[in-house]
């Protein structure tokens, strides 16, 4: 995303922009999201929330997201709701698919099939795919962030930040197609007993289930839970709903009593029949990257400039550190400012 609303920015700007893809289609993850691009309410939310972030770069998604939205509006696409149905959170959602159709419009020149060799603005989306493959996880995204943007930034000079091992998680129920990214994430992680394989609890986890997910033992884990959990909805769904999509898309689903292992006591197993879902984690793309600064200028070890370069996206790192936030918000608003910043 971050690259063709640079792409779409400078054009704005009356720069001749070149947005190269990797991919042999736009949009990269944006294009297999939910749309939905949000933030915290306030910059103490997304404090809380993030504690590890650079305040600097959380400040200016708080402050601008908004207007980023106006923007994106005002080339010719119109949001499918204007709240996020998130009580902690604000934003639009959009289709990912006229999302993609509308910044590709407005980037103008945009060459699929390419890796990039020289760049002044790096979004290659980090590295999801390749710490997917490295810890032997689930790729829950496009497959081509390998990390190029933020390898070609340290060859360059850059610093890295810190959470290079952290990720944007997701519970799925094994290997699913690109257009069940969304429909099979388990999500509900909070109604269910958490387990590892040797029948041991794992925490709580927060609101976003982001945080249990990377904290899976070998990346797998069971969601046991009892009928009244099945009832509960997420979203505009329920609990059982998605057991039902996991078992459509070929997931291990099972009565408890065939685990491997006696079930611990716990108050979220009241009452029966219990059912056991295994799921495994997911990377949706990764948090640490590139040292930015609140101009989407990428910095060395000293904090100053490498010259000419500039990041946005997944690529620029420090902004969700210890905690979840929007991907989607960061690459809209980063890929605006990276392009500013490049030509003024
Ligand atoms: C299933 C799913 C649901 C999601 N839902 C949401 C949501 O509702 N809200 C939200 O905020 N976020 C969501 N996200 C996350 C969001 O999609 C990402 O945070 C966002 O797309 C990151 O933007 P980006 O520009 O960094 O990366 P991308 O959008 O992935 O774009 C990076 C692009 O760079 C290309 N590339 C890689 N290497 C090279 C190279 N060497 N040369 C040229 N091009 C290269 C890639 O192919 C890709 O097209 C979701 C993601 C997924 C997969």
Known sequence: ??????????????????????????????????????RHR????????????????????????????????SLGIEP?????????????????????????RAAGDVRLGQAFADARIVATGGFGARLAREQRLLLRAAPWSEGDGIDYGVARGAALTAGMDEYYGRALPGPVREADFVGTSQLYARHALVLDGEGRALPEPAWHESDLVQRFPAGRAWYVLDARALRQPVRERTVA???????????????????????????????????????????????????????ARVLDAAGAPVPDLFAAGADAGGIFTGGYGSGLAAALVFGRVAAETALA
């Open 1 to 38: 995303m971050a690259g063709l609303v640079a792409g779409a920015r400078a054009r704005e700007l009356r720069a001749e922009p070149r947005v190269v893809e990797k991919g042999d289609r736009p949009g990269g993850s944006m294009l297999l999201s939910s749309g939905v691009i949000w």
């Open 42 to 73: 306030t910059l103490d939310d997304f404090r809380g929330e993030c504690p590890d972030g650079d305040p600097a770069l959380q400040a200016r998604i708080v402050g601008e997201l908004d207007d980023a939205l106006d923007w994106l509006e």
């Open 80 to 104: 499918s709701m204007r709240e996020t149905g998130n009580p902690l959170t604000v934003g639009r959602r959009y289709d990912p698919h006229e999302l993609t159709r509308v910044l590709v």
């Open 241 to 295: 709903d998605l057991v039902e999509a996991a078992r459509a898309a070929g997931g291990d689903i099972r009565p408890a009593e065939e685990l491997p292992f006696a079930l611990p006591n716990s108050s979220k197993l009241v009452e029966p029949p219990f059912l056991a879902v295994r799921v495994y984690a997911g990377v949706t793309h990764t948090i640490g990257g590139l040292r930015i600064d609140e101009r």
